[in-house]
């Protein structure tokens, strides 16, 4: 059933066109709404008949219109019938939950798209060129693990200072911060010791150590 939380008729307000639902069935159903809440448990044409202009004819035919289309329901709990708008309200909030996620999807989307460019911006400066197409999508790959831009940059800065100027050092160095913040926070690290050679070909940037023989000055 939908969450206390969210409130059904603003839900229903806004998503009563995509559900195909007539301006008349929606004051039906929030006069529903409000009879059921006042403890009526069983609600019919002529009980809705006594609250609203609508003929009662008019009425009959919303209301099965509405048990047609699932969004209404007769329900016998204990040998009682009542009224019950609990299929629409999973609709709707199906609807406020996919809203939710693409509201949110786009909201991350944008705010890679900041740090990317924030990114690309510092290391095509710090290197003095323009970035490879392996390069870029080795960068997408550390934000995509959950580096954050600062961390990228930062590491980037330590190996210009240490005289390194590839990505294979600035991965290697943002992953001994990590193995030592898990060591810190976990007393240990599930982070390999063995570094994955070919980096340009797997973009694998995971489980190795700062420092190879092959880096060192």
Known sequence: MISEAIDFQVLLLDNYKKLKMSESQ??????????????????????????????????????ADLLTRGLMEYKTVDGKTTTSLDPLKEKLFREFQLALSKENEAKSNKTIKEQ??????????????????????????????????????DALKEAINQGKKSLKSVDKILLSWAKRAEIEAEGK???????TKNLEETIRIAKTPWLDEDDED
């Open 189 to 195: 690290t599930s982070i390999d010791d063995e570094w």
């Open 26 to 63: 929606v004051v039906l159903v929030l006069m529903v709404d409000r009879l059921v809440n006042q403890g009526n448990p069983l609600i019919t044409a002529d009980l809705l008949s006594l609250k609203m202009s609508l003929d009662i004819k008019e009425i009959d035919k919303l209301i």
């Open 116 to 153: 990317l460019s924030n990114i690309f911006e510092n290391f095509q400066r710090e290197l003095g060129r323009s970035l490879s197409p392996m390069e870029i999508s080795t960068i997408r790959e550390w934000v995509s693990m959950g580096y954050t831009d600062e961390n990228i940059i």
